[in-house]
């Protein structure tokens, strides 16, 4: 079950990076618009998972129990929510860009803060059909089926990859091929996921009619009955989702705050060669440095394009961990379902012991290759690339850790026990990851690496309280 789940999420994997390397290439900007737009993104993706965790634990529950009525209705109950959550979002996206622009970007960087509104405006575009293709996979993962997710959502991404492509750049030619394009840049890649997002719900809506599950377009009003039950397993997922996402955004404040000593040596020396009348710097401009290969981008905006960069390498690190939650979810589920809770215990764990050691072997090399990689994907800015390297490495460090907590997060999350995940994600991220990070960039001045030695620790720490708390077993006995 696991295996198609990490396909899937290498694909995924794939699909970031080749991001970051397209906007890389753009003006510096439209990294740090992109990647500041990620708090949002997080933020609406958790809330379309939170909906697909509640699909996952009451389908693969009703599956174990071979009860076929209450697996059809707890599909189309989820689905119906997920059409309104879906329209909701758009909307809400659409009210807070601006907002979200200003408060999580320099505010001397203006042309970051127009990129990420528009990105996120029309990215607001595709959650209706994101919210429905997460829900129906969910519901999908619940019986078993791995597979049918992994092809359709895999044939989404190759086609963002190729409209990625086509969109963002204009027309060139490579080599002797005389590419078109559209030269829409940061916005021509929001509008590549949102076209990519609806032609994969139609394709899934079509699938639908073939699975045990009954065709999605028959939808239902939702009852007070199921929709109490879906939400007592939704609501604590959503709500960690936003402590999540709410940390990212004030852990992404504390890095606008943030000068390494480099980038303070150079805007000293910027300041002092205008003062001297070396040069003529405009009034306004002095709160930018040049990088060195001579691209303007303010400190803060370094540090946090680099956190994108950073995260789009460290997916690759998670990429099974992911995959195996993904089965611990369901077969947790099903083994409750048949009131075999011994074997749920036991894959879980099995799960969680193999994602520790794929992910061990994964983080050496990409410890020792982050600097050429980094440097592949942000060749014209070496200082946001080095900024990237130190996140990832102090990152490679702790991801075993992570890995652990994502799979045991997952298998408590597939016995209907959302409540327990909430709790342990307050205390390393808003305790610990947080306070860390204020206190080490901030209070002693480490700048941005006190920061990724913040992130490091919290997920390391989570790990660790996600083991001892799924050792005490009180999962087992979650009503859903």
Same mark, same amino acid.
């Given at each position: 079950? /696991?295996?198609?789940?990490?396909?899937?999420?290498?694909?995924?994997?794939?699909?970031? +990076?080749?991001? #970051?390397?397209?906007?890389?290439?753009?003006?510096?900007?439209?990294?740090?618009?992109?990647?500041?737009?990620?708090?949002?993104?997080?933020?609406?993706?958790?809330?379309?998972?939170?909906?697909?965790?509640?699909?996952?634990?009451?389908?693969?529950?009703?599956?174990? /129990?071979?009860?076929?009525?209450?697996?059809?209705?707890?599909?189309?109950?989820?689905?119906?929510?997920?059409?309104?959550?879906?329209?909701?979002?758009?909307?809400?996206?659409?009210?807070?860009?601006?907002?979200?622009?200003?408060?999580?970007?320099?505010?001397?960087?203006?042309?970051?803060?127009?990129?990420?509104?528009?990105?996120?405006?029309?990215?607001?575009?595709?959650?209706?059909?994101?919210?429905?293709?997460?829900?129906?996979?969910?519901?999908?993962?619940?019986?078993?089926?791995?597979?049918?997710?992994?092809?359709?959502?895999?044939?989404? +991404?190759?086609?963002?990859?190729?409209?990625?492509?086509?969109?963002?750049?204009?027309?060139?030619?490579?080599?002797?091929?005389?590419?078109?394009?559209?030269?829409?840049?940061?916005?021509?890649?929001?509008?590549?996921?949102?076209?990519?997002?609806?032609?994969?719900?139609?394709?899934?809506?079509?699938?639908?009619?073939?699975?045990?599950?009954?065709?999605?377009?028959?939808?239902?009003?939702?009852?007070?009955?199921?929709?109490?039950?879906?939400? #007592?397993?939704?609501?604590?997922?959503? =709500?960690?989702?936003?402590?999540?996402?709410?940390?990212?955004?004030?852990?992404? +404040?504390?890095?606008?705050?943030?000068?390494?000593?480099?980038?303070?040596?150079?805007?000293?020396?910027? #300041?002092?060669?205008?003062?001297?009348?070396?040069?003529?710097?405009?009034?306004?401009?002095?709160?930018?440095? =040049?990088?060195?290969?001579?691209?303007?981008? !303010?400190?803060?905006?370094?540090?946090?394009?680099?956190?994108? =960069?950073?995260?789009?390498?460290?997916?690759?690190?998670?990429?099974?961990?992911?995959?195996?939650?993904?089965?611990?979810?369901?077969?947790?589920?099903?083994?409750?379902?048949?009131?075999?809770?011994?074997?749920?215990?036991?894959?879980?764990?099995?799960?969680?012991?193999?994602?520790?050691?794929?992910?061990?072997?994964?983080? /050496?090399?990409?410890?020792?290759?982050?600097?050429?990689?980094?440097?592949?994907?942000?060749?014209?800015? #070496?200082? +946001?690339?080095?900024?990237?390297?130190?996140?990832?490495?102090?990152?490679?460090? !702790?991801?075993?850790?992570?890995?652990?907590?994502?799979?045991?997060?997952?298998?408590?999350?597939?016995?209907?026990?959302?409540?327990?995940?909430?709790?342990?994600?307050?205390?390393?991220?808003?305790?610990?990851?947080?306070?860390?990070?204020?206190?080490?960039?901030?209070?002693?001045?480490?700048?941005?690496?006190?920061?990724?030695?913040?992130?490091?620790?919290?997920?390391?720490?989570?790990?660790?309280?996600?083991?001892?708390?799924?050792?005490?077993?009180?999962?087992?006995?979650?009503?859903?």
């Amino acid at each position: 079950m /696991a295996w198609p789940a990490v396909a899937l999420n290498s694909l995924q994997v794939f699909n970031n +990076i080749l991001d #970051r390397g397209f906007i890389g290439r753009l003006e510096p900007s439209a990294l740090a618009a992109q990647s500041a737009s990620m708090n949002v993104m997080f933020l609406m993706f958790s809330l379309a998972m939170s909906l697909a965790t509640a699909a996952t634990a009451l389908v693969s529950r009703a599956f174990g /129990a071979r009860d076929e009525r209450t697996l059809h209705e707890a599909n189309r109950q989820c689905l119906s929510l997920s059409a309104a959550l879906g329209l909701a979002l758009m909307v809400g996206t659409w009210v807070i860009a601006p907002f979200a622009a200003r408060a999580l970007l320099p505010s001397q960087d203006r042309r970051a803060v127009e990129l990420m509104v528009g990105f996120l405006a029309v990215y607001a575009t595709a959650l209706p059909a994101l919210n429905f293709i997460q829900v129906f996979a969910g519901s999908l993962r619940g019986i078993g089926d791995t597979k049918s997710p992994m092809r359709i959502s895999g044939l989404q +991404i190759l086609l963002h990859v190729l409209l990625n492509f086509l969109l963002i750049f204009p027309t060139r030619r490579i080599g002797p091929i005389l590419v078109p394009g559209a030269g829409l840049g940061l916005y021509g890649a929001s509008a590549a996921l949102s076209i990519s997002a609806w032609i994969a719900s139609a394709v899934y809506l079509v699938f639908s009619r073939k699975t045990i599950l009954g065709p999605a377009w028959r939808l239902v009003l939702p009852s007070p009955s199921w929709v109490h039950r879906i939400l #007592r397993i939704a609501i604590p997922a959503a =709500v960690m989702s936003v402590l999540r996402v709410a940390q990212l955004a004030v852990f992404t +404040i504390i890095l606008k705050a943030t000068t390494t000593p480099l980038q303070a040596s150079l805007l000293d020396v910027a #300041r002092q060669t205008a003062l001297a009348g070396v040069v003529a710097i405009p009034a306004g401009a002095l709160g930018s440095w =040049v990088g060195a290969v001579g691209t303007l981008v !303010t400190p803060a905006s370094a540090a946090i394009a680099a956190m994108g =960069v950073g995260f789009a390498l460290e997916s690759i690190m998670f990429m099974p961990a992911f995959g195996l939650s993904v089965a611990s979810a369901a077969l947790v589920g099903q083994s409750l379902g048949m009131r075999n809770a011994a074997r749920a215990e036991r894959l879980a764990w099995t799960a969680a012991h193999h994602a520790g050691l794929v992910t061990l072997v994964l983080s /050496a090399p990409i410890f020792l290759l982050a600097e050429p990689i980094t440097a592949l994907l942000v060749p014209d800015n #070496r200082l +946001i690339a080095a900024e990237a390297v130190s996140l990832i490495r102090w990152l490679c460090v !702790t991801e075993v850790g992570f890995a652990y907590g994502v799979v045991l997060t997952g298998a408590m999350q597939g016995a209907g026990d959302t409540t327990r995940p909430l709790w342990l994600t307050v205390v390393s991220l808003w305790f610990v990851r947080i306070p860390m990070a204020f206190g080490l960039s901030l209070v002693l001045g480490m700048g941005p690496v006190g920061s990724w030695i913040a992130m490091g620790v919290s997920q390391l720490l989570n790990g660790i309280l996600c083991a001892i708390v799924f050792r005490k077993g009180r999962w087992k006995t979650k009503k859903v």
